[in-house]
């Protein structure tokens, strides 16, 4: 094949059919490579959709903040329903030690600009009726953090991005890079030779993987977080 593109995503999960809709969506050529059958099919999989803003660095603070405000009014904006709860996250307390690095953290947090508070037990029993109440002190409260689906949401973003021009390779494992004065020029997949002047790395837990392909050594180390 020889046409080329504006940019070339490798991974069809939650951040590279996003990125594709978006550049999509701005009128450059998009072409999205993944190794399975359809979006959303590695990690996203195992993703319990949690969306928040509760961090302790400022950039990620910032960064979920402007997640939390695009995935609430995702289905006014697109018109696709995903699932967007706004119900809230904590971290509650059950020793001395937890409450005084809980109470310190959430200074921090609030100077950031986090929407965030102290609950005292019975304030927090209130909000989470199944807490267990032996030794709980009091919990943190962020009360815009929420939740959507992961299969909704990259699925809407999938069919957005076709409506916009994207196109996309499925079944294709990444096989190799044409890599020219340090620059790759083109990707190669198991079936095809495709060119683009941007190459965007979205697949995941397999990303070290991808970027061995071209020479670069990245330490992405996957780890089931949840379990």
């Known amino acids: 094949m020889n046409k080329s593109y504006d940019l070339i995503v490798i991974g069809a999960g939650s951040i590279g059919v996003p ?3 978006e550049f999509a969506k701005k009128g450059q050529s998009v072409l999205v490579i993944d190794s399975l059958s359809s979006p959303g099919q590695g990690q996203d999989k195992k993703a319990i959709g949690g969306i928040r ?3 302790s660095d400022r950039g990620k603070i910032l960064v979920c903040q402007r997640s939390i405000e695009i995935f609430s009014h995702w289905k006014e904006l ?3 329903e995903i699932q967007w709860k706004s119900n809230g996250y904590s971290f509650p307390a059950y020793t001395e030690k937890d409450e005084d690095m809980l109470r310190d953290l959430m ?3 609030q100077s950031f600009g986090l929407n965030i508070r102290w609950l005292s037990r019975e304030e927090y029993r ?3 009726p199944g807490i267990s109440i032996k030794g709980l002190r009091g919990s943190t409260y962020s009360p815009e ?3 959507a689906s992961p299969l909704l949401f990259t699925q809407s ?3 957005k991005a076709v409506e916009y021009g994207a196109e996309s390779r499925f079944n294709e494992p990444v096989v190799g890079f044409t890599i020219e004065r340090g620059k790759i020029t083109s990707v190669k997949t198991e079936t095809g ?3 683009s002047a941007n190459v965007l790395n979205a697949a995941g837990a397999y990303a070290r993987g991808v970027y061995k392909l071209a020479g670069i050594v990245i330490p992405v180390n996957s780890d089931s977080h949840e379990a």
Do not use: R
């Open 78 to 80: 697109y018109g696709d």
């Open 53 to 55: 803003a509760t961090h």
């Open 145 to 147: 953090d929420g939740s």
């Open 126 to 128: 209130e909000l989470n």
């Open 193 to 195: 030779v495709y060119h």
């Open 107 to 109: 200074k921090i947090q």
């Open 157 to 159: 973003c999938y069919f």
């Open 19 to 21: 990125v594709a809709m």
